[in-house]
């Protein structure tokens, strides 16, 4: 009866729904009316679009929730679910009797019985020369500092390995053997480790024009080696699958303060004033997927940052979207940023 865990009524909050998929295995949220018929199914995707929409964590449920869901009947075999998820690309199955009442909840996962690895190649970008953090980048490349005792890319090599994937591709150039020297083959964590050498700077996405195209038929995970996070990558990929884009950024809110009054003006008069306001906006979290076919927009051995690649994708008329990271994240990549990520390592990676 694991599967009551999940369940809320109409009045509960996106809060509460974000408890519960954090929480459980099933990873949803199943929203029930005053006689317990199932009305809504909240998934972490659907948290993701309601960040976007700037819905606040109070507000109720059912302002996200999906009202039209897929289910299960009780007497439904193991190869008839597998069969529903399938051919309505979910995950998680709830199971209703005639009154529309929950009496189950079974995961595509538990159907399959299987902890097969996840074949999507993670691209690593540690090829940069960390000139914020100097001098501790003098003779050392920033993926190698160690935040909580642990070279950073370390850590960010064993967060993707937690999560099942095990095909990276490092980018480098300064001190490239050093990294080389420190991360091998992956033999050491059971994942194959192949590098892409960067012969010059070619910025935050030219490094994938290094790829070998031909081997590449599922989403590729790009993620600046200076990034420290606790995001479940697998919902990513689900997030950036539903969507059916070609790209997905990962974002955050940053909030900035005027430091100064703020006066509105129509023509010559004052219509409003406002003191020091605040101000939210969504900036790049660094973490991408792309599809192999975005790849053919970069030439190789040639500069691109990723704004530049993400400005061709949108020229193109390709999809992108964006994924809210609600999740702990932080960039280390300046002196005071890598000495809060030391202080607070232990608690985000216990």
Request: aromatic fraction near 10%.
């Given at each position: 009866?694991?599967?009551?865990?999940?369940?809320?009524?109409?009045?509960?909050?996106?809060?509460?729904?974000?408890?519960?998929?954090?929480?459980?295995?099933?990873?949803?949220?199943?929203?029930?009316?005053?006689n317990d018929a199932l009305i809504g199914t909240v998934t972490d995707g659907d948290v993701r679009r309601g960040l976007i929409r700037s819905l606040s964590l109070e507000s109720p449920v059912i302002e996200i929730m999906r009202r039209e869901f897929t289910v299960a009947k009780p007497d439904d075999g193991k190869q008839r679910m597998l069969e529903i998820m399938r051919s309505n690309s979910v995950r998680q199955l709830p199971i209703i009797n005639a009154q529309s009442q929950i009496v189950g909840l079974t995961i595509e996962d538990e159907l399959l019985e299987t902890n097969d690895r996840n074949?999507?190649?993670?691209?690593?970008?540690?090829?940069?020369?960390?000139?914020?953090?100097?001098?501790?980048?003098?003779?050392?490349?920033?993926?190698?500092?160690?935040?909580?005792?642990?070279?950073?890319?370390?850590?960010?090599?064993?967060?993707?390995?937690?999560?099942?994937?095990?095909?990276?591709?490092?980018?480098?150039?300064?001190?490239?053997?050093?990294?080389?020297?420190?991360?091998?083959?992956?033999?050491?964590?059971?994942?194959?480790?192949?590098?892409?050498?960067?012969?010059?700077?070619?910025?935050?996405a030219g490094a994938l024009g290094l790829l070998p195209v031909e081997d590449l038929n599922e989403p590729l995970i790009v993620m600046n080696g200076d990034v420290l996070t606790n995001v479940n990558f697998n919902n990513l990929l689900d997030f950036h699958k539903e969507q059916g884009a070609q790209a997905t950024m990962?974002?955050?809110?940053?909030?900035?303060?005027?430091?100064?009054?703020?006066?509105?003006?129509?023509?010559?008069?004052?219509?409003?004033?406002?003191?020091?306001?605040?101000?939210?906006?969504?900036?790049?979290?660094?973490i991408y997927v792309l599809e192999p076919e975005i790849l053919k927009l970069i030439v190789k051995d040639e500069h691109l940052d990723m704004t530049d690649l993400f400005?061709?994708?949108?020229?193109?008329?390709?999809?992108?979207?964006?994924?809210?990271?609600?999740?702990?994240w932080i960039d280390v990549g300046k002196i005071d940023d890598f000495q809060r990520a030391n202080y607070e390592f232990s608690k985000i990676f216990p």
């Open positions: 009866m694991r599967w009551k865990k999940t369940v809320v009524s109409a009045d509960h909050t996106i809060a509460d729904a974000i408890r519960i998929i954090d929480d459980c295995v099933e990873k949803v949220c199943l929203v029930v009316d005053k074949n999507n190649r993670v691209i690593l970008m540690a090829g940069g020369l960390g000139h914020r953090l100097m001098p501790m980048t003098e003779n050392r490349p920033k993926p190698l500092l160690k935040v909580g005792g642990y070279p950073v890319l370390e850590t960010i090599l064993k967060t993707f390995i937690d999560g099942n994937f095990y095909k990276f591709y490092l980018s480098v150039n300064y001190r490239a053997e050093m990294i080389k020297e420190h991360f091998g083959n992956g033999d050491h964590w059971n994942v194959n480790i192949q590098y892409l050498v960067e012969d010059s700077q070619l910025g935050t990962c974002v955050r809110e940053y909030d900035y303060q005027v430091p100064f009054g703020v006066v509105t003006i129509d023509n010559q008069y004052v219509v409003d004033l406002e003191e020091k306001p605040v101000y939210t906006s969504f900036v790049n979290a660094g400005k061709l994708i949108i020229g193109t008329g390709m999809k992108s979207t964006v994924f809210p990271v609600r999740e702990y």
